[in-house]
């Protein structure tokens, strides 16, 4: 989103706690109208940088601006943000149409002006039918909507979202992930959305920044992430992935040869000569090949360990020398052929599917 205006811009952010270090210098842009989510696993530092964003919490260091504009000064009141929260902290003695109309009514708007904006977005919401109902008579689906229904109410430049699915379940939460992102598009602001799901992450998200110990492992879109992760921990907290210790044996142009503890593998990639790296594959990409079809380039003999049957694929866990191998095979006519426990195959390793990792 080259030609867009930064929404948040986050330099050098860091927030300690005693001794732990929740955030360590961080720094990231959001462009105006993306949808950005922050993953990473518990405690890695997500929720403090939402709540610092948010005026909700202060950083030790470092600067934060919405819309060019340094809010170290400015209270959380008056942020141009809404945050909406997992627990949807909606008023229970107040009904659906007063819980949104409570922040406008704090800023002394009009009537009229207030019931313009209550049934515009309850009817962008799709609430219309609830607003006489409290809380307590809402479905989790009904009060996540109506939680995000009066946080947008008020207009805000930047929408903040703390695992705002994470209550519901799975099949809701799906439905939701849907709703939410045509939502966004709709109204076309800013979301910043704090998330340990993956799936979620990918599915709602324009760029992803992927959090680890208070530090940023990578930013991008969830392909890019996916199909070239920098790290390990990318590599393997955005979807599975197999790891393999390697030397470059030689390299010709985009070919590598490297050595690992399975045997040598041609690779897709450029590094030097005799330099250690680590090669990745994903489950989908490694190809199991019945016994009889030979030996051949980064054919690698395998043992089948375990076979579970997930819907539309089959997982198989392998053994190959001192390594635990993932594949996945879709359940579709012409797919992979089957293979049980105790089995030995070829594991074929296409060597465009191996990814290079920085560490």
Request: aromatic content about 6%; overall charge neutral; some cysteine.
């Amino acid at each position: 989103m080259p030609n867009l205006k930064p929404a948040i811009e986050v330099e050098n952010l860091s927030r300690r706690f005693g001794v732990a270090a929740a955030l360590n210098r961080i720094s990231l842009r959001v462009q105006e109208g993306e949808y950005f989510s922050v993953l990473g696993p518990s405690g890695c530092g997500k929720t403090t940088l939402l709540r610092i964003i948010a005026g909700l919490d202060v950083a030790d260091e470092g600067t934060v601006r919405i819309a060019g504009i340094d809010v170290k000064e400015v209270p959380a009141h008056r942020r141009p943000v809404n945050t909406v929260f997992q627990s949807y902290a909606l008023f229970p003695h107040l009904s659906v149409w007063d819980n949104l109309a409570f922040g406008l009514r704090m800023k002394s708007l009009p009537g009229p002006e207030i019931e313009r904006r209550v049934r515009q977005v309850m009817a962008l919401a799709e609430i219309e039918p609830l607003g006489g109902r409290k809380p307590v008579e809402l479905s989790g689906g009904q009060k996540q909507r109506v939680a995000l229904a009066r946080a947008i109410v008020n207009e805000p430049a930047v929408l903040l979202l703390d695992e705002p699915l994470g209550a519901l379940d799975l099949k809701l939460r799906r439905q939701l992930q849907i709703e939410l992102r045509q939502l966004q598009r709709r109204l076309g602001i800013t979301f910043i959305h704090v998330t340990h799901d993956q799936d979620e992450a990918m599915v709602l998200s324009d760029r992803i920044a992927i959090m680890r110990d208070g530090d940023i492992e990578q930013i991008g879109d969830a392909k890019t992430l996916y199909e070239s992760p920098r790290t390990r921990f990318v590599s393997q907290f955005l979807g599975s992935c197999s790891l393999l210790d390697a030397v470059v044996k030689r390299s010709s142009g985009n070919r590598l040869v490297v050595d690992t503890a399975i045997g040598q593998l041609e690779v897709s990639s450029k590094a030097g000569a005799l330099e250690k790296i680590t090669v990745a594959i994903r489950p989908e990409k490694l190809q199991l090949l019945q016994l009889s079809e030979g030996e051949g380039v980064n054919r690698v003999r395998a043992h089948v360990k375990q076979v579970v049957y997930v819907g539309a694929g089959t997982h198989y866990e392998l053994s190959a020398g001192p390594h635990t191998l993932q594949a996945e095979a879709m359940n579709s006519q012409g797919g992979l052929p089957g293979f049980a426990p105790g089995q030995e195959a070829w594991a074929y390793f296409p060597p465009e599917a191996l990814m290079v990792l920085d560490d």
